[in-house]
């Protein structure tokens, strides 16, 4: 299990960083209407983080599935056709959105949070850097090889699945009602996604290193989150740590030492609240997979609208940071292992 997380997670930063490469190295390049590429960019984030829900259900009930290595291959397709943005676009985003569906069902399969907490954090510095190589204008040959590789590191450390599905073996969701506890966690996947999003960094551009800083943070925060929650327990550490955060980005965001320690408290609630919805819907991984990332997609989809007025962020990333605190506090329980909840049944759709 070990050898799947790692190509997994490999996997993770060269699939961001080929897709965001394509974002900033032909897209942002195009010279095309800044609404054109808004809505470009909003394409994207809908394919990518909207579609992961459906398919990670189809994975769930169809496990012999190899969406990883699909999802390479889409995004490989999509390099190659970048002359066509549009098309090229689309493919990328929805193997972005195949892709992650399969590792995010390896990184949940077993009863630990460090597997999803490792997986997921190797996104942040592939996209920062996709970024740079964009802008950067470096050859098509460096993403696309990076996702070739990944193709073939998955189909030879992570074995295809077969049936039963992958279980969730951990219970840390609270015993709020079913409901209550998915839009709980649901709305701090939200928020933390939306304040990621809007929170004021001034010394962020003050060179190419400080502007991958925060990417660095969100590794460090997410995988260190995992390793902990395992170890102290996930309310434990996910009511702490947003707590935490509060005062660094609020009153030390312009501080980089202060708003980097904020940033890593911030993001060491994304294994816990995954995790907290994978708890509740133990035999169905990637449909809790794809639920995470549909909020991270609400989170961000009102910065593409609006912007909060020019004073106003901190007062609002405060609020934001303490209901965050409050929502894991009610979703989330301290628990080392153990099955999940005798309730929970495999979701049923009906038959269409």
């Not at 470009?40 to 012999?64: E, K, S, T, W």
């Not at 549009?86 to 990184?107: E, K, R, T």
């Not at 074995?159 to 209550?180: C, E």
């Not at 996604?193 to 290193?209: D, F, I, M, R």
Request: charged share 10%; glycine share 10%.
């Amino acid at each position: 299990m070990r050898s799947s997380l790692f190509a997994y997670s490999f996997s993770h930063f060269c699939v961001d960083f080929a897709c965001f490469w394509l974002l900033f190295g032909r897209v942002m390049t195009a010279g095309l209407p800044l609404e054109t590429v808004s809505l470009m960019f909003l394409a994207y984030n809908i394919v990518a983080f909207g579609l992961q829900a459906p398919l990670g259900h189809l994975c769930d009930i169809r496990p012999r599935i190899p969406a990883g290595i699909i999802g390479c291959a889409a995004v490989a397709a999509g390099l190659l056709a970048s002359s066509m943005l549009w098309p090229a676009l689309l493919l990328a985003a929805l193997g972005n959105a195949v892709f992650h569906v399969g590792g995010g069902i390896d990184s949940l399969s077993g009863g630990r949070m460090w597997r999803s907490g490792v997986f997921v954090s190797t996104g942040a510095p592939g996209v920062a850097l996709g970024v740079l190589a964009g802008k950067s204008g470096l050859p098509l040959m460096l993403p696309l090889g990076m996702v070739l590789l990944s193709g073939v590191l998955i189909a030879a450390l992570a074995p295809r699945r077969k049936a039963p599905p992958a279980r969730f073996a951990l219970d840390v969701s609270s015993h709020a009602p079913y409901a209550a506890l998915i839009l709980l966690a649901s709305l701090s996947v939200v928020i933390r996604a939306y304040v990621g999003a809007v929170l004021p960094l001034p010394w962020k551009s003050a060179s190419a290193l400080m502007g991958l800083m925060p990417a660095a943070c969100a590794f460090a925060g997410k995988a260190a989150g995992g390793i902990l929650a395992d170890r102290l327990g996930a309310r434990n550490v996910g009511v702490i740590a947003l707590l935490a955060s509060l005062p660094c980005l609020v009153l030390g965001n312009a501080v980089p030492a202060v708003a980097m320690a904020g940033l890593a408290l911030f993001n060491m609630t994304m294994p816990v609240t995954l995790c907290t919805l994978a708890s509740r819907l133990p035999d169905s991984t990637g449909f809790a997979f794809g639920l995470s990332t549909l909020a991270l997609l609400i989170g961000t989809a009102p910065t593409f609208f609006f912007r909060l007025p020019d004073g106003a962020a901190v007062y609002v990333i405060a609020a934001l940071i303490a209901l965050s605190a409050l929502c894991v506090l009610l979703s989330t329980r301290n628990q080392e292992g153990g099955l999940p909840h005798e309730s929970s049944k495999p979701i049923q759709y009906p038959a269409v």
